[in-house]
């Protein structure tokens, strides 16, 4: 049974920076579709970027704008997302997720995921 953890959120100032990290157990994520996604409060999850299973395409929201960088380690067993130039609207809780049946796209609907994390907060100060 695949386990994924995540770490790395907390407050920052806008204009700063946070890597989460996503580790998972299990299954290997070279394996393994990845994604981040977030939810802010009231706000529906959605998607921030992924990096798929066969080729390690990585994709992002647009909102993304070059700012942040989905990564994996495949001898650590665990995915990244550097985020840098961090705005308020960026604050959410980050859940780390797993598509274990899509070999080529990066999918952005939360429900093609099969495994979720517990979640870590991201706050951005103005």
């Known amino acids: 049974q695949l386990q994924l953890v995540e770490s790395g959120g907390g407050l920052v100032q806008a204009g700063g920076s946070l890597r989460l990290s996503c580790a998972a157990s299990?299954?290997?994520?070279?394996?393994?579709?990845m994604g981040w996604f977030r939810q802010a409060p009231g706000k529906e999850r959605e998607f921030v970027a992924g990096?798929?299973?066969?080729?390690?395409?990585?994709g992002y929201a647009d909102f993304v704008q070059g700012r942040f960088t989905i990564s994996r380690d495949n001898a650590k067993n665990i995915v990244y997302l550097q985020m840098n130039n961090l705005k308020p609207e960026d604050t959410a809780v980050y859940y780390c997720?797993?598509?274990?049946?899509?070999?080529?796209?990066?999918?952005?609907?939360?429900?093609?995921?099969?495994?979720w994390g517990q979640g870590t907060q991201v706050t951005v100060s103005s």
């Open positions: 299990g299954r290997t994520v070279s394996n393994l579709g």
């Open positions: 990096i798929a299973w066969w080729v390690s395409t990585t």
């Open positions: 997720a797993a598509d274990s049946t899509e070999l080529v796209r990066i999918r952005t609907f939360p429900s093609s995921y099969d495994y």
